[in-house]
């Protein structure tokens, strides 16, 4: 019961842990990942992407920009061009 | 035959020029850890990059694929995109790039297509300077910058598209070493625009969605896998060059070593002999009395 998340900049692999829920600021809408979420691929806009950990719990929060995400049968993948920490 | 005190200052000198080689070797080593650093960390981007890639530039083909991916439909005006190092001291990496950029330049004007360079990095201007010289279109100065980064990759990428985008050039190339080790950088030439279609991926089979559409991602991600491929590039040349500059400065600093060996004999052979000629003429002074 968890989804493999995975932040990618071209500096650096940032984040690889498996979480429960993603926030992502799509460019057409923000847009949460769960566990088995359908094959899906969206740009993203400069914003924010909450991490939630376990259900309920606080997310974690990290500033990107530009980019996008990818989900497949592995998890999500988020390849953005920067990550303000 | 050099005098003794010649010979001294001689050997002093080899000695300071043996230190500053050792040093450099020893710096180059510690910044050759950390471009390879880089280069690794590096990878999973480019390589995610180039799997969403591959997987959409087999949807999107034919008429509707976006001008970077598809040419302008020209083969005329190719653009040599040279990446060197905008510092020495790193033995035959400069000029191997440069003769492998020149060797593709002479081979795409036999075939009569018109070329021009543009070229990143201090070290590879004067030698391409002197054999095209009307055919440079830009440099871009990587040295103000301590360590060229994804910004300034970015920055040239920027520029490139916006050069294809006013169909300066049909098809651009990119010259850079590939790092293999601290003894071998081989110098690479790839086509960067358009962007060379991936082999197709292994479909998984499931049906993708894709927000917006998949022309509009393709056209957002066009540009970044450029960026991406520039990026690479520049961390290879990092890492090639203190790979290069590691091995050039251990060369040199054996080379000086060999000389002050063999200056110092030289140097004791005529301290001995000077002593030789002193005694004898004391003994035929004391025989002669």
Redesign the interface.
Known sequence: MALHF?L??????VRSEDVYMVQVP???GDFGVLEGH??????ISNGTVSVFSTQGAAPVEIAIEG??A?V??KGL?I?A??VND | MASLKELKNRIGSVKSTQKITKAKQMVAAAKLRRAQAAAEAARPYAERLEGVMSSLASKVSGDGAPKLLAGNGADQHHLLVVVNTDKGLCGGLNSNIVRAAILKARELEADGKKVSFYLVGKKGRAPIKRVFESQIAKHFDTSTVRYPGFEEAANIADDLIALFADNQFDVAHLVYPTFKSALVQDPTVQQLIPVPTPEAAQQTGSIVEYEPGEEEILEELLPRFVKTQLFGALLEIAASEQGASMTAMDNATRNAGDLINRLTIQYNRSRQAAITTELVEIISGAEAL
């Open positions: 995975e990618v900049t071209p500096e650096k692999l799509g460019s057409e359908a094959p899906f691929m969206s740009t980019g996008f990818e497949n049968d993948t390849l061009e920067r």
